[in-house]
């Protein structure tokens, strides 16, 4: 079937970009424009004891136990001061009018005081919504203090109302490195436009197709800058394996069209099965059983999907259009516009014009010098493809071969190090502590941790049912109970109107994202409460967090589970083997692993903390493990396929194990070398984001990617194929006859050059 589409794709290529790409970016975009996008984040939380709290109290007081703002204040001359006191009784006045809120003020609940009286807060409690509606609230609420900012110098907002989220622009980092890397690679301007420009209207189609879906299903506000992520990564990295194999098969002298067909048939085919792989690993986040997570994961397969089938219909149109003139280059054109794009990422992070202007003077010089230095007219080599045995990949392959055990324990000693981290891993959420010190939220979180402890930024509201709340005197015996526990500064019960509902706040002594806080509200539930003999439940926004991350840490391994044996499946099929498919996926855990365990060592123990400007020492962001599991396990598939598809091609032709494990290094470790740069270009830009959350995701897919493309493949895989010979490729018969049988190593000439 591909090679039927590579030869229509190359006998009518003007039709494949001009009447059916180009019109179907068109009419999507246009569509999509026309219809427009729903996109939603939905906080929804699985079932727990906060989502039950929140409910009861939900029913008596809509504002209760959902969303917690609080607009802090810090008077020198004190709260007492009679404009100061004037100011903040407006203020509450003004918030108690807004829709769907309850308001606590300061002078109505002593615990919002500070003891020397100098800092209060008032707080707000709203409905639990979108984000769209959370941050009109946030507007409303800072409208509604307007004449109290203009009263008392120092006023901060804190809460998920206020919170900052804004993505890196890792979009333009990542095409800028993959410019520099592309051309490296190629050592071609054609050639490196290629993959770019087709991930680029990949990217295009994909956004537009993600934003129609919205409508059909909840799909969070940040899916297509997910979309892009993943999108731009693996659309460059499918472009790059087929234009080069493209290439190769033109420089063993075959004609535009063999080798549009060969490059489709062999790397295209890879293509194929590793998105699917990529695909399998997304979607098996629809495991998790939450909307939003849900919502990521079909947004970013349909963005892989799209680059799949880009890569296998419109590049080979294109390659055909351009024919040999791929090559067109020379020396001095790549130095140039490396240089360039060099002087403008400095510049862009500089914010200096000096830099640019210097780098485009290099540039100059450089095609100046064209005209009396004759060697950087020529065009740069590249490689055919049954020519690689004097390539430094090569030599690499052989020398880790020749010591196959050496390598193997080295690196699984390296590996097994990094990974042990992993083992104290433990989920949560980060709190406001970690926000950078200019942001209404860290403001607030300080100001409220200075005057009344760290732990009154995650209040824990505890819903109480049964005869206690029409019993004022039980309700205050309870709220004592939960006072004197450890770990509790102070328990305030709060008046509702309802004697079948009542209410405790406590504040706890620790933060929020403290591991001390997690163990005191699993010890409310399992000790304190049960011995008072009320039927309450702790609930609140820090309590809604704890679940969370103990939900998602049991669903983790059933995504795990669900992913690996899929992929493991669908591996036999395609290589028909059983040690092969179970060697990727043992590999990839430990790519995985290492990067667990980095992350774990780094933002839970804070090791090197300071270098990375990651803050405070707390937990693994609970979303982080499941969405770096599917995506790293995906890419490192990606590269897994590549690699052992071109080890399976060679060994069918050859029948040497040895000889396919060397052949298929050399072959794919540059191609592989500069898509896993341009991923870890790309990745390591959201360590440079303030915001904790993107710094330890970025941080992770980085990690995960350089080790696969390093250690994984450029060790572990060489090594263990050769220690298992000819087994790597046996099947039982049973088996042979039950798979579906999937050629990915497809067909390729036998041209050789002597």
Not at 37 to 42: G, I, K
Request: charged share 15%; proline share 5%.
């Amino acid at each position: 079937m591909l090679r039927r589409l590579a030869t229509f794709a190359v006998r009518h290529r003007r039709f494949m970009v001009l009447g059916i790409w180009l019109p179907v970016a068109v009419l999507i975009t246009v569509a999509s424009g026309a219809i427009g996008n729903d996109f939603r984040t939905e906080f929804s939380q699985p079932d727990s004891e906060a989502s039950i709290a929140q409910e009861m109290l939900a029913k008596v007081s809509p504002g209760e136990g959902g969303i917690t703002s609080q607009v802090v204040v810090k008077a020198g001359a004190g709260i007492d001061d009679p404009a100061v006191k004037t100011a903040l009784s407006g203020a509450v006045k003004n918030l108690s009018a807004l829709p769907g809120v309850s308001v606590q003020g300061p002078y109505e609940f002593a615990n919002q005081v500070s003891r020397d009286r100098t800092i209060a807060f008032i707080q707000v409690n709203s409905a639990r919504g979108e984000r769209d509606s959370m941050v009109e609230m946030g507007d409303s609420i800072k409208e509604a203090t307007t004449d109290l900012r203009a009263a008392v110098p120092t006023v901060a907002y804190g809460g998920v109302a206020f919170e900052e989220f804004e993505l890196p622009e890792s979009e333009a980092l990542g095409l800028l490195a993959a410019v520099i890397i592309l051309v490296i690679a190629f050592g071609s301007v054609v050639a490196m436009g290629l993959p770019i420009g087709i991930a680029l209207l990949g990217l295009l189609i994909a956004s537009g197709i993600v934003a129609v879906v919205s409508n059909l299903m909840s799909m969070p506000n940040e899916a297509t800058s997910m979309v892009a992520m993943i999108g731009l990564g693996v659309g460059i990295d499918y472009a790059l394996f087929i234009v080069t194999r493209f290439r190769e098969a033109l420089h063993d002298g075959l004609s535009v069209e063999e080798s549009v067909v060969e490059a489709i048939d062999t790397s295209g085919r890879a293509v194929l099965f590793a998105g699917i792989t990529v695909i399998i690993a997304l979607l098996g986040l629809m495991s998790i059983g939450l909307a939003f997570v849900s919502g990521f994961a079909v947004a970013m397969a349909i963005g892989v999907a799209i680059m799949i089938v880009a890569a296998i219909t419109l590049l080979p149109a294109l390659l055909a259009m351009l024919g040999t003139r791929i090559d067109n280059t020379t020396y001095a054109a790549v130095i140039t516009l490396c240089t360039v794009v060099v002087a403008g990422m400095v510049a862009i992070f500089a914010h200096s014009v000096a830099v640019l202007l210097a780098g485009a003077v290099i540039g100059a010089a450089v095609q100046v010098a064209r005209v009396f230095v004759p060697s950087l007219r020529r065009p740069i080599p590249h490689r055919a493809q049954n020519n690689h045995q004097h390539t430094v990949w090569w030599r690499w392959s052989r020398v880790v071969q020749r010591h196959p055990w050496r390598s193997l324990l080295a690196s699984v000693i390296v590996l097994g190090a990094m990974s042990m981290p992993v083992f104290s891993l433990r989920l949560g959420f980060s709190d406001y502590g970690n926000a950078k010190e200019d942001t209404d939220v860290r403001r607030a979180y300080d100001l409220i941790s200075e005057g009344f402890g760290p732990g009154f930024n995650g209040p824990l509201y505890i819903a109480v049912g049964g005869s206690t709340p029409a019993d004022p005197a039980a309700m205050k015996s309870f709220a004592g109970a939960i006072s004197s526990a450890d770990g509790i500064a102070a328990a305030v019960p709060v008046p509702l109107p309802s004697k079948e509902v009542g209410m405790v706040i406590a504040y706890p002594t620790t933060a929020p994202q403290d591991e001390a806080t997690s163990d005191l509200v699993h010890r409310l539930r399992e000790e304190v409460i049960p011995a008072t003999g009320a039927d309450a439940y702790v609930g609140g926004f820090t309590a809604t967090g704890i679940d969370f991350s103990d939900y998602l840490t049991k669903r983790l391994f059933s995504l795990i589970a669900i992913v690996l044996v899929l992929s493991f499946v669908l591996l036999m099929a395609v290589f028909r083997s059983v040690l092969v498919p179970l060697k990727a996926v043992l590999m990839n855990l430990l790519s995985v692993g290492s990067a667990y365990g980095v992350i774990v060592a780094v933002f839970q123990w804070g090791w090197m903390a300071d270098l990375f400007g990651v803050g405070k020492p707390g937990p693994v962001e609970a979303w982080a493990p499941m969405f770096l599991f599917a995506i790293v396990f995906g890419l490192s598939m990606d590269y897994e396929v590549f690699l052992l598809s071109r080890m399976k091609e060679e060994f069918d032709a050859t029948g040497d194990n040895a000889k396919a494990v060397a052949d298929g290094v050399a072959a794919t470790a540059r191609v592989i070398t500069a898509a896993a740069l341009i991923m870890v270009c790309v990745f390591a830009a959201f360590v440079l984001a303030p915001d904790r959350q993107l710094k330890l995701f970025g941080m992770g897919m980085a990690v995960a990617v350089f080790i696969d493309a390093t250690i994984v493949r450029m060790v572990l895989v060489p090594a263990t194929m050769e220690l298992l010979g000819d087994r790597n490729w046996w099947i039982p018969r049973w088996l042979d006859k039950v798979l579906p049988r999937i050629h990915v190593e497809g067909k390729h000439h036998t041209h050789v050059i002597n």
